[in-house]
């Protein structure tokens, strides 16, 4: 082997180790949002570029698509090893880079082929005829080496964030149709591609040329089927994230309709209770007179009987807790009552805000969530077993005020880990079915209102560890 050989097996090597990493960062930009945590993502780059590596060090009798579908799928095993759930989420993250790498290095093939072209028609303008002239055609080699390269990491890297874009960067499970709906671009184009190389390769085949040498247009017709596809699956992504964010949409408004009836429940409790309240208030003299001329008969056993009476009529009109306002009053009294009958211990210092500006029905619907949380964490975990052997889950409620800031705290016990969505910003909802995990996102909403904000993370406590939510609204008074 001369020098030049040498050098030229240097420079292809080089470049196939290069593509490989900067395909293989790509990966782990596309599927860095939808881990919980960023080494996971690294080591889905690292796994992608070991397995292309060993596959071309150590040639294996297969095609190249199948080479391509085990490294991806080599990689999502990774990602379904070491972040466990959202396994349908996943899978499209694979099988779409896997689509994606394709239609880059394709665009980039076509494109540089133009290229490299278009580089020997000015050479041989200006040098004339170069055959033969071994170190011209290294020269064309190591720039067309360079111009490649910078034409995958802005086609790789454009296609990956657009893609990003359209779909959103949001941790969430998918299911069997979604999944298919999302797919069905990316296998079509990959299975057409291989369809027009089958055919190609016949024709080179049967007429010993090559289609580019007899139809110099065919490189154009690459990139225009590569961007065709390109478009296809971007534009699929996107209409499906409006869709499910238009579903989300209808499903948080159903969940605020919902909240709406429970706050005029509330209210229609409040009003029957005042007027139960008033008409014990009204009977109260006559009670007493009643008592008095028992008392004066010497009927003690009456009297005493008429007693527990209306002690049972006054506990029926009064409520557990008094926070300084009825609606808020009904809603921890019936939390207070809920836990109660589930066991769990209710640790309660809540006082509405007398002035300020805020509205008990936003107060309201901090509350109602923030408990319900709290409530079905304690149920989840001793169903687990993580807290098995507890006598009984707490959950504390607090608030107090710091200057123009009234700030609401929810504590309960919580043994997991505490994971936070990327995107939202919010921890990850462990709850399925419609409905669920609104609840953090409508607190966020409410305290938005009033410029605050939520803060949610774990603390330890004589001990144990916490999960405490801190709800933050500013007064205007």
Known sequence: MDRIELYFEIASNIYSVLLTLIVSFYYMVWVRPFLIKR??????????????????????????????????????????????????????LAVTFFCLRWQSLLIQASVGNEIYLLQCKIEESLMGSVNGNNKVWLGRY???????????IGVMGGSVRLMLWAYGARREDMRGRELLILLVPSVSGVFTYEVLKHYEKIYERDSGKYVLDIYGYHDWLMLLYSVICFMTIFVMTYVFRQWKNEREEDKQREVFSRQMQDLESHIGEVERLYRDMRSLRHDMGNHLMTLEQLYGAGAYEQAEKYVGTLKREMQ????????????????LSGRKKEMEDKGIRFECDFHYPQTGGIDAFDVSIILNNALSNAIEAIEREQTTGIEKGMAQGNISLVSHRVKNMYIIEVSNPYQGELYVDTASGLPDSSKVGDGHGFGLANIRHVARKYYGDTEIGKEVREGESYCVLRVMLQLTG
Do not use: H
């Open 39 to 92: 080494r996971t993502a690294w080591l889905c780059c690292a796994t992608y570029a070991v397995v292309m590596e060993i596959l071309i060090i150590i040639p294996v009798n297969m095609t190249e698509v199948a080479a391509y579908v085990l490294v991806v799928m080599s990689v999502f095993l990774v990602m379904c090893l070491f972040d466990r759930g959202n396994v349908g989420q996943k899978f499209f």
């Open 316 to 331: 029926n009109v009064s409520l557990d807790v008094a926070s300084g306002n009825p609606v808020t009053d009904i809603i």
């Open 142 to 152: 190591l720039v067309q080496c360079v111009i490649d390269i910078f034409l995958v």
